[in-house]
């Protein structure tokens, strides 16, 4: 199986509800992880990531948490908007000696309907 | 805001011809990467090239498949002989080092088709 995987494939929300994006992973070595937004044709944009070590992390609109019992990254988007609509990718990265290795998962799609 | 610039945008050619892709990474970073997307799918690593040299490659980076830094700016892909199962988006990548932070930075992509 997969390192990094997505709970569900596809998620559809309302104009100003929160969204809750799922991602679960295998390695528990994994020392980081990043959230990036995917927009049709374009490539992986940076959104927010967070370290092992961290349970929590805030940006703007944006909050990541992670729960290292059960190996489970959420992305929560406040008061979703349509250009929030795009596929959003968890990534883990692993440091193993002077190595750099970021594995994505497959990828929910996020429609927002106005 | 920096970012990675890759060219071209599109590109189609004919099963068996070479193909280069180019990039900008970011002008302070050091570490860089070629990833692709089948159309429907997601983002797998191709390779990583650090200090002049190939640091790690996947299994999908075969013989066909080649990267070059050949001056101070540029990150070329080239694949010598296209396949069908080649076409896909392109995604050149770059990151700095540790202090600067540990994320990877990908550019808009080049889309290949091969026909």
């Known amino acids: 199986g997969e390192s990094v995987g997505l709970h569900l494939p596809t998620l559809s929300v309302q104009e100003g509800d929160n969204s809750i994006i799922n991602c679960a992973y295998s390695?528990?070595?994994?020392?980081?992880f990043i959230w990036y937004k995917q927009e049709s044709g374009k490539g992986p944009q940076f959104i927010i990531d967070i370290r092992s070590n961290m349970d929590k992390r805030q940006g703007q609109r944006v909050t990541v948490l992670l729960n290292k019992t059960v190996k489970h990254l959420s992305l929560q988007i406040a008061a979703t908007q349509p250009g929030d609509s795009a596929v959003y990718f968890c990534?883990?990265?692993?440091?193993?000696?002077?190595?750099?290795?970021?594995?994505f998962g497959k990828g929910t799609l996020l429609t927002v309907n106005p | 805001e920096p970012e990675v610039t890759q060219t071209p945008s599109h590109q189609v050619t004919q099963m068996g011809q070479e193909v280069i892709l180019r990039c900008v990474p970011i002008?302070?970073?050091?570490?860089f990467y070629w990833y692709r997307q089948i159309l429907g799918q997601k983002v797998e690593f191709l390779v990583s090239?650090?200090?002049?040299?190939?640091?790690?490659k996947s299994e999908i980076f075969d013989d066909q498949f080649s990267v070059e830094r050949p001056d101070g700016s540029n990150f070329t892909l080239k694949i010598r002989s296209t396949k069908l199962e080649d076409s896909a988006m392109y995604f050149c990548?770059?990151?700095?080092?540790?202090?600067?932070?540990?994320?990877?930075?990908f550019g808009e992509g080049s889309w290949l088709t091969v026909v």
């Open positions: 002008s302070n970073h050091l570490y």
């Open positions: 090239f650090y200090n002049n040299e190939i640091s790690e």
């Open positions: 990534a883990e990265i692993f440091y193993g000696g002077s190595n750099y290795k970021l594995t």
């Open positions: 990548a770059s990151r700095g080092d540790s202090s600067s932070g540990n994320t990877i930075y």
């Open positions: 390695n528990s070595a994994s020392d980081y």
